[in-house]
């Protein structure tokens, strides 16, 4: 069974940082034929989802939104199976539910699965 758990929210102050992680089971990130592409994705109530960074797990490329980039890093860990997403120059916008997102082909059908999202709260 799929799951993914993210952690690492909570409260900082504008220009500071924090590290949100997604532990994922129930696959793994050296089974290169799932062609997993792992995303963080945040929403704010009322607003739709936005997408915020990108990894492909088997090459490591990496992508943005503009929103985030230059302030942001996305990584993986493939022998904890968690995909990282450094979050640094915190501001205010960034105020979220932060959400993982795991993209793959499971059986030959690409499949989307999701963890149940992490607060991030910006605020002087």
């Known amino acids: 069974q799929v799951q993914l758990v993210e952690s690492g929210g909570g409260l900082v102050q504008p220009g500071e940082s924090l590290r949100l992680s997604c532990a994922a089971s129930?696959?793994?990130?050296?089974?290169?034929?799932?062609?997993?592409?792992m995303r963080w994705y945040r929403q704010v109530p009322g607003k739709e989802r936005e997408f915020v960074a990108a990894?492909?797990?088997?090459?490591?490329?990496?992508t943005y939104a503009d929103s985030v980039k230059g302030r942001f890093t996305i990584s993986r860990d493939n022998a904890k199976n968690t995909v990282y997403l450094q979050m640094n120059s915190l501001k205010p916008d960034d105020t979220a539910v932060y959400s993982c997102?795991?993209?793959?082909?499971?059986?030959?059908?690409?499949?989307?699965?999701w963890g149940q999202g992490t607060q991030v709260t910006v605020s002087s």
């Open positions: 990894i492909i797990i088997n090459i490591g490329s990496t």
């Open positions: 997102n795991a993209n793959g082909l499971w059986f030959g059908v690409r499949r989307d699965y």
């Open positions: 129930g696959f793994s990130f050296n089974n290169r034929a799932l062609n997993l592409v």
